[in-house]
């Protein structure tokens, strides 16, 4: 027993004295912890307090920059504020010359700037419908006319940064569309309740007109012939197959051609119309007249006045139309085979054309129940197997020739300029060219015969981008393709300055794309500029050339917000430095000196930033330029988004 009670008074000694140990060595960590901490918090202190200071540094630097370029800003204040003068001139003069010719026109068309006068002219067509087709037409192409010049307004206001007038243009525009659908269901439904008066000899009833913006033709069933397989309309060139359901059916068909598009404006998808919009409406009959002797009686119902459109397949009588669309997933209806001809300014770009119709629930242009599409070049038409019938179109992505691979810009006197433009997918055997004069573009390349107009006519920017989009050469990006091509939009602030900053100096030098543009970041656009000495060898191999070799007057400038700066690299360079890419986008708490790196010298604007580099003459010419002419270049690289898509 004694014994054991040694044993066991040993293994407490022991047990104690590991506690003691283990109570030693937390009080050891404890303290060094305690040290560790402190010593962490004076390493982050000290940080804090260097991460301060250069902060307080490199502020007071920017501080002094910024004032630098104010100042640089108010010396140019002076030439700034006479070209403003100047394009207040040009602008009064356009106005007067517009006023002047729409005196000598007697033009009846309300102006799109007044709003007054548009008010009157919608309250006027809607108090007086017409009731006869050919008229009614005449007054929907005098609205696409007023609809052309408030477009160009519309994208004035755009580039201008004038969001409230814009708006209110759209707003517009809206309504005179509205108000054309409206008129052209109107005089619809005032020839179905007369349908008989039309009939021929053969009991057929067929209706056609056409104006230079809408065709418009209407089949009416009342012979119900079942061998009836054709509707054939050969002034407006339009033919469908009808399916056998439809030649007995009590229904009219109303295929409308307009050769303008409402729809992708709205459109969630990437593809737009070319070509205007093609519509097939199945449309109900009124109740068919009553002859009692000499008279003949019509029954006044909604359908006098309104149109009723039908879905396809038409349902059976007394079943909900809205089930029409959920029978066809079971079995589809034959398709109904449609045939009509593309304005002859449209150019056709795939080699495969897509017809789409529009689907207003999702608001995407659709393929599917569309088949058989064919494109004959020789007769200028699209054929193609439909069970939609809505409205349809000649079908192209928007980004068919974006983002741009390349472009350049060349002055071809002090006064025009050629720009010159690389799709990455370029569909065109050659690049898309664009003069630019005092106050107008006018098309170079590519040289097509449907493109005729805008390669013989001077017009504005605005204009001349708007013909060339319903032509199907679409060069008018929006935020919303960005997505779509794989690019991040620049900074609006910054590509807007960089245009304006590119127009002014665009007299004297020439100008290229550069391959760094579109790895920078938003707030960032690279581009390169050389001098112009010689106005003789500024030809476009001239200028290709030069940017292909890069020699040392090529010179890499980039574009932030505050300002203009050179870059020492070249589109020869594999990469980028990190020293580079360092100086471009710099943290706030930078030591330049401990990172043995220079700061970049930005000046407020490009013509600043050229002193010193460019030859006196040079900067003369920037000068004294032509405003209506740099303006006119500042809305063309502005609208066509050279850097965001570029």
């Known amino acids: 027993m004694q014994a054991k009670g040694k044993g066991g008074g040993k293994a407490a000694k022991k047990a104690a004295e590991a506690e003691a140990a283990r109570l030693a060595a937390e009080e050891e960590c404890t303290k060094l912890d305690g040290e560790r901490q402190k010593l962490e918090g004076e390493e982050q202190a000290k940080y804090e307090a260097e991460k301060a200071e250069r902060q307080r540094v490199e502020a007071a630097r920017l501080a002094m920059e910024s004032e630098r370029l104010h100042q640089e800003n108010d010396s140019i204040a002076f030439f700034l504020g006479t070209r403003a003068n100047a394009l207040r001139a040009v602008h009064l003069k356009l106005k007067d010359d517009v006023e002047w010719r729409r005196y000598l026109a007697c033009c009846p068309r309300p102006d799109p700037r007044l709003e007054c006068q548009i008010n009157g002219y919608l309250n006027t067509l809607q108090e007086n419908p017409e009731t006869e087709l050919e008229f009614t037409l005449e007054h929907c192409d005098d609205n696409e ?6 477009q160009e307004l519309v994208l004035a206001a755009e580039h201008f940064g004038n969001g409230s007038k814009r708006e209110k243009h759209l707003e517009y525009l809206s309504k005179i569309r509205s108000l054309t659908a409206a008129q052209i269901d109107r005089i619809t439904a005032h020839i179905l309740q007369r349908a008989d008066e039309f009939q021929n000899a053969k009991g057929e009833v067929q209706v056609q007109a056409q104006v230079d913006a809408v065709k418009f033709g209407l089949w009416v069933n009342l012979a119900k012939n079942p061998r009836m397989k054709t509707i054939e309309i050969p002034e407006l060139n339009f033919i469908s ?42 449309l109900a009959l009124p109740p068919p007249p009553k002859k009692v002797k000499a008279w003949t009686l019509r029954q006044v119902t909604p ?3 309104h149109v009723s459109k039908l879905p396809y397949p038409i349902p059976p009588a007394g079943s909900d139309h809205s089930m029409a669309a959920a029978s066809t997933t ?34 995407t242009w659709r393929t599917d129940g569309v088949s058989d599409v064919k494109y004959d070049d020789e007769a200028h038409t699209m054929s193609f197997q439909t069970i ?39 569909p065109l055997p050659e690049p898309i060219s664009i003069e630019v004069g005092e106050g107008w573009c006018k098309l170079q390349s590519p040289n097509k015969p449907c493109l005729q107009e805008l390669l013989d006519n001077e017009m504005p920017p605005a204009l001349l981008l708007r013909k060339l989009s319903d032509s199907g050469v679409h060069l008018l990006p929006e935020n919303r393709d960005a997505d779509f091509c794989g690019v991040i939009p620049k900074n609006d602030d910054v590509e807007s300055k960089l245009s304006f900053d590119l127009a002014l100096i665009a007299p004297a030098f020439m100008i290229s794309s550069s391959k760094w543009n579109k790895e920078m970041e938003p707030e960032d656009c690279i581009f390169r500029v050389s001098e112009v000495t010689d106005y ?27 300002g203009c700066a050179f870059l020492p690299i070249k589109d ?58 740099t303006e006119a270049l500042h809305h063309l690289i502005y609208t066509l988004r050279l850097f965001s898509f570029g």
């Not at 292909?548 to 932030?560: G, I, P, S």
Request: charged share 25%.
């Open 536 to 562: 003789t060898r500024t030809e476009q191999r001239d200028c290709d050339k030069c940017f292909d070799k890069e020699k040392e007057n090529v010179l890499t400038v980039l574009r932030k917000d505050k």
């Open 330 to 363: 079971a079995t589809a209806p034959p398709p109904m085979g449609i045939t009509y001809p593309l304005p002859s300014h449209v150019l056709v770009l795939d080699t495969e054309p897509l017809v789409g119709w529009w689907d207003p629930e999702t608001e």
């Open 388 to 426: 939609k019938l809505t409205s349809c179109a000649l079908i192209m992505s928007r980004i068919k020739l974006l983002p741009y691979a390349s472009w350049n810009l060349r002055p071809t006197t002090t006064s025009s300029s050629v720009l010159t433009i690389w799709p990455e997918h370029n």
């Open 572 to 629: 020869q360079d594999p990469t980028m430095s990190k020293d580079l890419l360092r100086r471009i986008t710099p943290p706030d708490d930078i030591s330049w000196e401990a990172e043995a790196l220079e700061p970049l010298y930005y000046a407020g604007s490009l013509s600043v930033l050229l002193k010193g580099k460019a030859s006196e003459s040079s900067l003369e010419t920037v000068e004294t330029a032509s405003a209506a002419f």
């Open 303 to 305: 359908l006098a006045t």
């Open 145 to 150: 006319l007023v609809i052309g010049e408030a």
């Open 241 to 282: 197959e009808l399916p056998k359901s439809l030649a007995l059916a009590s229904i009219a068909v109303r295929m409308l051609h307009v050769y303008y598009d409402e729809l992708t404006a709205r459109a969630q998808n990437e593809f737009m119309a070319v070509g205007g919009v093609f519509a097939v409406d199945l």
